[in-house]
């Protein structure tokens, strides 16, 4: 079945369709929800609410761009809705536990999937989400401002901040494995 | 230092076309939900489809039983106001329902002023009467008049009540008087004969008038007679 039928049958709120798209773009979507929630659990939920949408509002999809790329949108605005209903206090980060170079070994960076989407869960709220909207997914710091109802300092701001917890997170994580092979 | 790089941009490599399978169980749940939904959506229509069609119901007869009520009630209306004589509580008359009211009186004691004068006119002047009828004439012109004032009074401080029959007015005061708008007025012509204490009342002015006639034509031939006599007495008198 091509993606066109495919989408004309949801259209027609065939569950044999629905369940094709499901099966075909879950994957991407689900690695999407994981890059702007906190876990597993919160992304299987924002999985759900997204698909749900996208059945929903199929019928107002008119065949222009790109199909995943809408799907990829409904999925992240849901994860932002999600974070404005329960919008938490910012964590106060100590400014001078911080480095201002955001540059690490590129070898640090070769970790396992999960451990890569641990470290961006573990970024406070709007950290992650600046992070995953301007460096994973492209959206502007004008975009990202409007998105998340912040300025547009702010945006740059938690970006540059998101950065630096994330090397300080690699740091350990490779000064401890250097130690665990020394003792070795 | 070559190796180093920013670490935004390494996990955008890193993280460059990679996919993570979600467990079965979110799609059941999905199932699930799009059935709760196309449940509520079937329910919505059935409420919707017999809502409205309740509503349109409740509506056509609501209105048939409003109509029919109203015409019931003209029609019950008309019929009582054409059978029945039914007594409402009373309703005070307006200044100029009373004005109607003593017009209509008014006219109505002008009639009877017209038979009077008809009686007073034909009847009295061409014939002679006792002092007794005349005294018994007075009364009953007094009577009359008084009367008359009589209904006046009442219809101004009088209260109406309608009628169905024939659209009487009815007043309530001292005396009830009633007031017929369909009376007819009957003028009664009467001839009273001094001589044999006869008394002729009927509604045709013509046997009126041949009575006086014949009593105006029997009073010349006893007065020729005798003024004759009286002539020869003076002739007499003089030889």
Known sequence: MTLNELIKNCKKNNREAQSELFRRYKDALFLVSLKYCRNVVEAEDNLHDAFITIFQKIKTYKNKGSFEGWMKRITIYKAIDSYKANRHIPIEIKNDLLEDDTTVLSKWVDLPLDALLGLIQELPDQYRLVFSLYQLDGFSHKEVAAMLQISEGTSKSNYHRAKQLLRTRITDINSTSQIKATEK | ?239
């Open chain 2, 1 to 239: 230092m070559k190796n180093r790089e920013d670490i935004g941009a390494l996990f955008e490599a890193r993280l460059q076309d990679k996919s993570k399978s979600p467990r079965l169980e979110v799609w059941e749940k999905i199932n699930e939900t799009l059935d709760a939904e196309t449940k509520r959506k079937k329910r919505l229509f059935f409420w919707w489809f017999f809502g409205s069609i309740a509503t349109i119901t409740i509506l056509l007869l609501t209105t048939l039983t409003v109509t029919n009520t109203s015409l019931f009630n003209a029609s019950e209306n008309d019929s009582e106001e054409e059978l029945n004589i039914q007594k409402e509580s009373p309703i005070d008359i307006t200044s100029e329902e009373a004005t109607e009211s003593s017009q209509m009186l008014d006219e109505n004691s002008t009639n009877n002023n017209e038979s009077n004068i008809m009686f007073t006119s034909e009847g009295i002047e061409d014939t002679e009467y006792s002092k007794e009828d005349q005294a018994a004439i007075k009364e009953e012109k007094n009577n009359n008049t008084a009367n008359e004032k009589k209904r006046t009074k009442i219809v101004s401080h009088g209260s109406k009540t309608t009628t169905d029959e024939a659209n009487k007015l009815h007043f309530e005061g001292e005396h009830e008087i009633i007031f017929d708008d369909g009376y007819e007025v009957e003028t009664n012509y009467s001839y009273y004969n001094s001589e044999t204490n006869e008394t002729i009342v009927t509604s045709d002015k013509k046997v009126i008038d041949s009575l006086i006639a014949a009593s105006k034509a029997e009073a010349k031939k006893s007065e020729i007679p005798d003024t004759n006599t009286d002539s020869e007495k003076r002739k007499d008198s003089l030889n």
